[in-house]
């Protein structure tokens, strides 16, 4: 059994409370840039107090003092999980994690709208498998004390074999059969993800944008 987590990329506050309330049983809501940036605060304040665990997903990636301070900042405001780069490097990594407290910090590896050909492009050097990559920005992630990564469903099997069961693996991309992909171009069933070892799935335009959100809602809870 996974947590089955409700991404709320909608246009306002207001909107992301009203889906949120009108679904039975959201354990978890997930606040990116596009809400945050136009509601701030106040909006994690109010699902908080409706009883509702906030991943506040910025992918903060700066000086580790200013990380820091981020990470301490959404302590303070009940945030339950945020994310980082592992790109940020371990000095960064630690000080994020020395100032989380009891908010679980997992770390970005690589973003899945990268492919191998732009990651090299980013890093300076060739890159034959993403894969590995990705296991060697886990294995950072694991070292400076995070709580767990980020990853697409295809990275979840050689994660787990490489880091073992402690680790949360959050993944996004999450679609039931006969759903649009959207944008995503790496989705799988949740199902699937939940038997490779995923223990937080990410979903949001299959629910927020369904013509039925709380059927939609269901079937995803029913396959997770
Ligand atoms: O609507 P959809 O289910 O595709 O939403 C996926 C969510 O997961 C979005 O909020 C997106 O920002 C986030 N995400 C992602 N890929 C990552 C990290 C986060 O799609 N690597």
Redesign the pocket.
Known sequence: MAELVL???LPSGGEALALAERLPEVGWV?L?P?LFVREGPPLVRAFVDRGMRVFL?L?WHDIPHTVAGAVAAARDLGVAMA?VHCLGGQRMLAAAVAAAGPLALVG?TV???HDAGELGAVLGRGVPDLGVEVERLARSARDAGLRGV???GHEVGLLRAALGDAPWVVV????LPGDAP???ARVMTPGEAVRLGATHL????????AADPTDAWARLRAAT
């Open positions: 991404a709320l990329d997930k990116g596009m997903d992918k994310t970005v973003l899945t709208s980020v990853a697409s996004p991309g999450i679609r959207n944008d995503q990410v979903v949001g335009r299959p629910v927020s944008a």
